[in-house]
Structure formats: structure tokens, C-alpha cells
Nanobody
Framework: QVQLVESGGGFVQAGGSLRLSCAAS????????MGWFRRRPGKEREFVAA????????HYADSVKGRFTISRDIAKATMYLQMNSLRPEDTAVYYC????????????????????WGQGTQVTVSS
């Protein structure tokens, strides 16, 4: 079992920034990677970004490329999602998730590949 605790959501004006955190209860050596998803109002949950605990992070949704960045603190078993240049359309509940049994460089964007999910954190961007 892996428990994920998210934090960092809130209210921000368009153009602003927020940093989301996702802390895992299990040490990172037993977790392959972590992903971020979001559910916008009236929409289905969608992929945002994902990354292994080591190496370069390159898996980002087109809608957030160049604005969102993943970083990691292995010692704290915490992954961060830095969100810059926020837009009203980024308003959503954001979720972190852990893939089981292993991260896929091909199917990293598929929700069914992730078995453990955080509770979600609300991000609201005003225009």
C-alpha cells in the first residue's frame, strides 16, 4: 500500500504560480514513478505530467508544456508540480498517483496504469 498526501492547491490570478506537493508514505526505492492528473469542471480526469524518481522528466501534456515542471525530493519521498503562467483553464482538482507495477514510458498517460491516488487538491485560477 502507498498513501499519497497532496498539498499546495489554492486560489491564484491568471499568470500566477503555484507549487503542488505529493508526499508518498513509501520510500521512493519501492516506487517507480509518480504522475499528476487533473479533473477540470465538467471534464473527465486527464493526464498532466509524469516522471520517474530519477532522470530527466519529459512526459508532459501539450497543454502544460513549458509552464509546468516536475521536481523531486527523493529523501522526502515527495514530488512537486511547479505550475507557472497559470490560466483559468488550468482550474481543476489535481491528483498525484503512483503506477503499479511499474512506470511505462509508452503508457504513462493512461490512468489505468496507476493504482494509488492522492485525495486531490483544488486549484482555482481567476481571470
Amino acid at each position: 500500500q502507498v498513501q499519497l498526501v497532496e498539498s499546495g492547491g489554492g486560489f491564484v490570478q491568471a499568470g500566477g504560480s503555484l507549487r503542488l506537493s505529493c508526499a508518498a508514505s513509501r520510500r521512493t526505492f519501492s516506487i517507480d514513478a509518480m504522475g499528476w492528473f487533473r479533473r477540470r469542471p465538467g471534464k473527465e480526469r486527464e493526464f498532466v505530467a509524469a516522471c520517474r524518481w530519477t532522470g530527466v522528466c519529459t512526459h508532459y501534456a501539450d497543454s502544460v508544456k513549458g509552464r509546468f515542471t516536475i521536481s523531486r525530493d527523493i529523501a522526502k519521498a515527495t514530488m512537486y508540480l511547479q505550475m507557472n503562467s497559470l490560466r483559468p483553464e488550468d482550474t481543476a482538482v489535481y491528483y498525484c498517483a503512483v503506477p503499479v507495477p511499474a512506470y511505462s514510458d509508452v503508457y504513462y498517460y493512461r490512468q489505468e496504469k496507476y493504482s494509488y491516488w492522492g485525495q486531490g487538491t483544488q486549484v482555482t485560477v481567476s481571470s
